[in-house]
């Protein structure tokens, strides 16, 4: 019913004509009724007041005479008027008591209210049907009344008149009024609206033509339809309303229809990378014109973006890595890159930065090296040198530790033959002096070969002690030389008092042939002497023989530690030699790399933070891993959805390791480290939270630019802890 009725036009102003009709008659013959009524008891009331004045004035006069027959009549055609229904005279308790003490004072409340108030009432009643006017008038005790009712006082309520007067004849006039208006308003209203509905459905006959021209206007969707409407009334005037709005709307899709395609044009060129282009056409519709602007403002931001990133990149590509990028109202995913170009500034100062502390200390330690090798092969040099001379002067001793042997077999077959002699001298006493003279030359001979003997131990105890200066220029390497050439010069001082005992004894041996010569008498006393003195030389002799044997082994022994040194001398000489080509080697190589790092500019303080390999590259993935969680975040923005974030695993499994690794250390700026994950967490979680209730974009810009802020100081504080590490380092 309700859609019925607003369906359509006719409908709604039918429907809010009977509406306004049907309100208008009701207030009409509502408010006609009501007035009538009120006027008509407010005339009864008065005509009432009225009549009440002249029946209590009719009563009064009666009442004045005395008369009780009187007083009655006067009742009975007050009673009798026409519309009065009941008429009643209620007596004072005075008035009782003085002329009718059987009669009962009356109870009615509204009675005795009028008796106590002395104040008049009017009283509309309806009851069981009966519409009612009722007045309770006191009457008051004038002077003139005292002769009558002489025991009330001027102003007492000698009475109470209560008339009641019936209004069933003006409630009938007042319902054939209604019965009569509602009648004419009724008749009244339906040609009314009979007339409305005619002009009604003629002024709306014209819409029915908009109705066509729109509904073919949506069903084709084509500007070029017009309105066509035959009236001159405002719809007329509409429909010509409507066909400009056409024209314009035509020639604003026109307009819009450029925008529109060099958006598309523009759009095409940012995607195959080319950000110098932007929308220059005006749109009509203002929804496209701000589509259009705010398009050109993103490729504006983002060309200025890409001008920083590639400033950024041609700085690194000249070496140039202490260049810092100006990120200043970059966030998001474009803020996300630039700081990853900023971790790779700051990671590539760092190699650099490892790169010239390790090659000044690579520098100071390859000249060291080279130094000591140089150092080493000129010692190796002496030492040969020393060895070659100690080798010589070895040779010389073993040739006359040679000769020395020689010369004791020799001696040992001349003492044999002394001996043969002497006993032979023993048996053939006659032989004495020729045997003496024999003597006298063997003695001789001992003579020659004791000389021999004692240069050859004095020669031995030269080179011996050439072989200890030599031991003692060798240090380490020669002390077992040393040993051998002590043992030696020992071996040297024993064969040269052997020869001069032997000496003395062939002195002897010469004055005891003298002697024998002169005293043949002891001659075999001399001979057994000579025998002894033989025999002690023969020890003697055969000591020098073996002294000189050992000589020889250990001259050997000598020889081949000597050898042995001279190889291990030559072999560190080699050593060094390729140490100092080795360590020259890596001098230049070390300038290669001091010399490619210092053309290339890069963050000093780097320099104060890289001591620690380890924790660099730990700090390093620590910022990779918060840009990678940043960046997860960006991405699930796109599904408008509240989720909740957690701090970094990444920086939170570097801070406990830490601490484990470096107690003690830097605790200040764990602790800070500590709060800034919390605070990053938060902003975060705040960023989400403002895109999960769509918020304004100026909103979620500042809460990246938060979350941007945060991760950038904790970058500063991982630098600062590197710093602290290096320095105690």
């Known amino acids: 019913m309700f859609d019925f009725i607003t369906k359509k036009i006719n409908n709604k102003i039918m429907f809010a004509l009977v509406i306004l009709m049907t309100i208008s008659s009701v207030s009409v013959v509502y408010f006609s009724t009501t007035k009538v009524k009120s006027d008509s008891i407010a005339i009864t009331k008065e005509n009432l007041e009225m009549l009440n004045t002249a029946m209590f004035q009719s009563l009064r006069n009666a009442m004045s005479t005395g008369d009780v027959a009187t007083i009655q009549k006067a009742e009975e055609d007050a009673q009798n008027i026409k519309g009065v229904k009941n008429l009643i005279v209620a007596k004072s308790k005075p008035l009782i008591e003085m002329y009718s003490p059987e009669s009962k004072f009356t109870e009615d409340s509204d009675i005795l209210k009028s008796f106590e108030t002395k104040a008049p009432q009017i009283l509309e009643i309806n009851e069981n049907g009966s519409h009612q006017i009722r007045m309770i008038k006191p009457m008051i005790a004038e002077q003139d009344c005292l002769m009558c009712h002489a025991n009330q006082q001027v102003g007492d309520v000698i009475g109470v008149m209560d008339l009641t007067f019936s209004l069933k004849e003006s409630d009938e006039r007042l319902v054939d009024l209604v019965v009569s208006i509602s009648t004419t308003s009724l008749i009244l209203g339906l040609l009314t609206m009979a007339i409305i509905f005619f002009i009604v459905r003629g002024a709306t006959k014209p819409i029915n033509s908009l109705k066509a021209g729109f509904t073919n206007l949506i069903e084709s969707n084509d500007t070029n339809i017009r309105l066509t409407v035959q009236s001159k009334d405002e719809i007329a005037e509409v429909a010509e309303l409507f066909n400009a709005y056409m024209d314009k709307v035509k020639a604003g899709l026109v307009q819009d229809e450029k925008v529109i395609e060099e958006a598309n044009d523009v759009l095409e ?31 504006s931001h983002t060309r200025d973006t890409l001008e920083r990133i590639n400033q950024s990149l041609e700085h690194y590509s000249e070496s140039k890595f202490d260049f810092v990028i100006d990120d200043k109202g970059i966030y998001g995913d474009l803020g996300s890159l630039t700081a990853s170009i900023k971790l790779v500034g700051n990671n590539t100062s760092e190699i650099l930065a490892m790169i010239m502390n390790t090659g000044d200390s690579l520098k100071q330690n390859t000249q060291t090296l080279s130094s000591a090798a140089n150092e080493l092969s000129l010692s190796s040099n002496k030492q040969a040198a020393s060895l070659e001379e100690t080798a010589a002067a070895l040779e010389q001793i073993t040739g006359n530790i040679k000769g020395t042997t020689e010369a004791t077999v020799k001696m040992t077959q001349l003492a044999h033959n002394v001996t043969a002699s002497a006993k032979s001298g023993q048996n053939l006493a006659s032989q004495t002096a020729d045997s003496m003279e024999d003597i006298n030359k063997q003695v001789s001979s001992i003579n020659e070969a004791i000389e021999v003997i004692d240069q050859i131990a004095f020669q031995t105890n030269i080179l011996s002690l050439n072989a200890a200066v030599e031991a003692a220029t060798a240090g380490e390497a020669g002390k077992g030389f040393a040993v051998v050439a002590q043992e030696v010069r020992n071996l040297a001082s024993r064969s040269a008092e052997a020869a001069k005992e032997i000496k003395g004894i062939v002195e002897t041996a010469t004055a005891k042939a003298r002697s024998g010569k002169e005293v043949s008498a002891k001659m075999i006393e001399g001979y057994n002497e000579l025998n002894q003195n033989i025999s002690n030389t023969i020890e003697m002799i055969e000591s020098v023989s073996t002294a000189s044997k050992e000589q020889e082994g250990g001259i050997t ?19 060094a030699e390729d140490i100092s080509k080795m360590s020259t080697v890596i ?50 923005l796109v599904t408008k959805e509240k989720w909740a974030t957690s701090n970094s695993k990444s920086l939170t499994t570097f801070i406990n390791d830490f601490e484990g690794k470096y107690p003690g250390q830097a605790d200040d700026l764990i602790e800070n480290l500590k709060s800034l994950s919390q605070v990053l967490t938060s902003k975060l979680q705040a960023l989400i939270d403002a895109n999960a209730n769509n918020e304004s974009n100026s909103t979620l810009a500042q809460k990246a630019k938060e979350a941007d802020d945060e991760t950038m100081k904790i970058f500063n504080v991982l630098n600062e802890v590197k710093k602290v590490v290096c320095k105690n380092k």
């Open 269 to 299: 060129k940012t995607g195959n990378g080319f950000f110098v282009y932007d929308v220059k056409a005006q749109a009509s519709n203002p929804h496209v014109e701000n589509l259009k602007t705010k398009l050109n403002t993103m490729i």
């Open 557 to 575: 022994q000598i020889n081949d530690a000597i050898t042995t040194l001279d190889q291990a001398t030559q072999q560190n000489a080699s050593v």
């Open 587 to 636: 001098a230049e190589m070390s300038n290669s790399l001091v010399t490619a790092a210092s053309n290339a500019s890069f963050l000093q303080d780097s320099r104060e933070q890289v001591a620690d390999v380890d924790l660099v590259y730990n700090t390093a993935k620590v910022k990779v891993h918060i840009l990678e969680q940043k960046d997860d975040i960006f991405a699930k």
